[in-house]
C-alpha cells in the first residue's frame, strides 16, 4: 500500500507532462462545502427517493414534493462556498494545464471558484436557474422559489403553460445533447483525465474516463470510495479531495 505522499508523487509526474487535462467532478468534491452526497450511506436519497421526471411530469403531487424537497436542499447550496478544491482546479486552469471541467453538480461552485463559464461543462445543469420543461426557457431561480414560499403550489410557464423547476436533470430525464457530444470530445482530446469525487457509476458520465482510457490517457481517480474503474486508472488516492488536490495543484 503506497503512502499518501507517494501517491501525491506519482500523480504529480504524470499531470506535469500533461498540458490538456480534463477533470470530471462529482458529489464528492462538494460534500466538503456542506452539499450532502446523495448516494452514500445515510444520504437524504436512501431515505426520501427523488422525484422522477416522469412523475413530475404527470403527478401533481409529485411536483409538490419535489418542491418541498428542494426548500431544503436550496438552502444548503445557496450557502456553500468553494472549498479547497474547487480553488485549487481553478488555480490549475490558471495554470494554463486544465483544458475543462465536467461535473455532475449543480451547485456552481467551480464557477464561484474562478474557473471560465466556457470551461465548465455542467451535465446535470444548474440549480441557478429556473427551466420550463416544455419549452425549455431559463428564468429566475430565486424568483421562482418566491413563488412557492407565498403558497404556489404547481407553478407553470408565463409563455407556453408548461411546467417549471430548476435547471437541474431529475432521473429519467437526458442530459443535454450539446454538452454531452462536448465532454466526449474533451475526453477524447485531452492528455489526462482526472476524476474528483465521482463515484463513476452514473451514466452516461461514467463512460467518459473510458473514453479517455480507450486512447491510453492517463487516469488520476481521487475519491473516497473505490470506483469501477479504480484497477484501470494509473492513480488512485481514497481521500478526501481538499486533502489532496491543493498540495498536487501546488507541485506543479
Not at 474533451?186 to 465521482?198: I, N, P, Q, R, T
Not at 498540495?247 to 506543479?252: D, G, R, T
Request: hydrophobic share 40%; net charge neutral.
Amino acid at each position: 500500500m503506497l503512502s499518501l505522499e507517494q501517491q501525491l508523487q506519482d500523480a504529480a509526474e504524470l499531470m506535469q507532462r500533461a498540458k490538456r487535462i480534463v477533470a470530471l467532478t462529482g458529489a464528492g468534491i462538494s460534500t466538503e462545502s456542506g452539499i450532502p452526497d446523495f448516494r452514500s450511506p445515510g444520504s437524504i436519497w436512501l431515505q426520501q427517493p427523488p422525484v422522477s421526471f416522469h412523475d413530475f411530469i404527470s403527478k401533481p403531487e409529485a411536483r409538490q414534493r419535489y418542491w418541498q424537497s428542494r426548500r431544503n436542499l436550496s438552502a444548503q447550496v445557496t450557502a456553500a462556498q468553494p472549498n479547497a478544491a474547487h480553488l485549487a482546479l481553478a488555480e490549475l486552469e490558471r495554470k494554463q494545464l486544465l483544458q475543462a471541467i465536467i461535473t455532475q453538480n449543480f451547485d456552481g461552485l467551480h464557477h464561484d471558484a474562478g474557473n471560465n463559464a466556457e470551461r465548465i461543462i455542467e451535465l446535470h445543469g444548474t440549480s441557478r436557474a429556473a427551466a420550463c420543461t416544455l419549452c425549455g426557457k431559463r428564468s429566475s431561480i430565486k424568483e421562482l422559489q418566491q413563488r412557492i414560499d407565498a403558497g404556489e403550489i404547481d407553478p407553470g410557464c408565463p409563455d407556453c403553460g408548461g411546467f417549471l423547476k430548476s435547471a437541474t436533470i431529475l432521473f429519467g430525464q437526458r442530459v443535454p445533447e450539446a454538452e454531452l457530444t462536448r465532454a466526449r470530445e474533451l475526453a477524447a482530446e485531452c492528455d489526462l483525465f482526472l476524476v474528483v469525487g465521482s463515484s463513476l457509476k452514473v451514466t452516461p458520465a461514467a463512460t467518459l474516463p473510458r473514453i479517455a482510457l480507450k486512447n491510453n490517457v492517463p487516469l488520476i481517480i481521487i475519491n473516497l470510495q473505490p470506483t469501477p474503474l479504480d484497477d484501470y486508472a494509473d492513480v488512485v488516492i481514497h481521500e478526501k479531495a481538499g486533502v489532496v488536490l491543493p498540495p498536487l495543484v501546488a507541485s506543479l
